[in-house]
């Protein structure tokens, strides 16, 4: 009847949905290890330049003792070289966070779509009197697909979810001010120094205290990871989740495909993915692609997981 078809429409809405969904995270993912290339780039050009501001620094200290002329002119030369650093790091940081903050929302405002069209879904089948499967409902209940809150969000609310592109904001505007404090330090420097026998004393503390300061901040970019890189490298892996939950969701409805045999893959079966976009293959599928091909991935030639990796869905 009436509600048979529905239930039938709707499974077949949710499970072109979610396949759309998994290639806008795929989309996403793949954008996001390229802003991730970015940072690491932008990191030792940052790190560089502060290792190279600290070792005026130290010269500076030293010299500000022994020929303070010349030690005063070092010290300038430090302050500007951090400056520059400090100012280069932040107009790149403001650039590799716009260029991909629209492609993290269109990601939440598509995950949400989703969830309207399972509350839809779960309602038709609950009208047509028919159970719920099981598999589908601890998937759905369980918060696997994490997409940020529950379906019964409207689209306006959605708008406050947005937390991932807050955070890499956050995580941006942390590592700048970070990052900023060894500049603030060193140029100190330019506004202590005198020509007075005095002032020259309190410049060579400075001096001291500049290069020691600039010095642990030179120590510490290249022992930490800057934070907006963190928050990036932390919505990769919540994607790479959510995209193994939306495939377990589609094996529930026996439409995922092997995507070298274009077989159906079942509960039942061994798989592994890609590492990037976490396409999916039967385990042997995918040994006999390696035997004749290599170890790259048949749609995206991204590596492919380990037979250690190998998991039952």
Not at 117 to 145: I, N, Q, R, T, Y
Not at 180 to 199: C, F, L, P, S
Request: with cysteine; charged share 20%; aromatic share 4%.
């Amino acid at each position: 009847g009436d509600s048979s078809a529905h239930c039938a429409a709707a499974t077949r809405r949710l499970c072109a949905a979610v396949r759309a969904m998994v290639e806008v995270h795929r989309r996403t993912s793949q954008g996001l290890r390229q802003l991730d290339e970015r940072f690491t780039g932008q990191w030792l050009g940052v790190n560089m330049g502060n290792t190279a501001s600290a070792g005026l620094g130290i010269a500076s200290a030293v010299l500000l003792f022994v020929a303070p002329p010349v030690g005063m002119g070092l010290g300038i030369g430090s302050a500007v070289a951090s400056g520059l650093t400090f100012a280069g790091d932040s107009l790149a940081d403001h650039a590799n966070h716009a260029d991909h903050r629209q492609q993290l929302i269109i990601d939440d405002w598509n995950a949400f779509a989703v969830a309207e069209l399972m509350e839809d879904w779960v309602h038709a089948v609950e009208s047509l009197g028919a159970g719920l499967p099981s598999k589908a409902v601890a998937l759905l209940s369980g918060g696997l697909l994490n997409f940020g809150g529950n379906s019964g969000h409207s689209r306006k609310e959605a708008t406050a979810t947005l937390t991932v592109s807050d955070a890499v904001d956050g995580g941006l505007t942390a590592g700048a001010v970070v990052d900023g404090a060894a500049a603030t330090a060193k140029q100190v420097v330019t506004h202590v120094v005198d020509i007075g026998r005095t002032a020259a004393v309190a410049a060579q503390f400075v001096g001291i205290t500049g290069a020691l300061i600039s010095t642990g901040f030179a120590v510490r970019g290249w022992s930490t990871t800057k934070a907006g890189q963190a928050a990036v490298r932390t919505k990769i892996s919540e994607l790479a989740q959510r995209i193994r939950g939306l495939q377990r969701l589609l094996v529930e409805f026996d439409v995922l495909e092997c995507l070298v045999c274009a077989e159906v893959v079942t509960p039942a079966d061994k798989v592994r993915h890609c590492e990037h976009s976490l396409h999916c293959f039967h385990e042997k599928c995918l040994a006999d692609w390696e035997a004749r091909n290599g170890v790259r991935c048949p749609l995206c030639e991204s590596p492919l997981e380990t037979r250690v990796a190998m998991e039952m869905l």
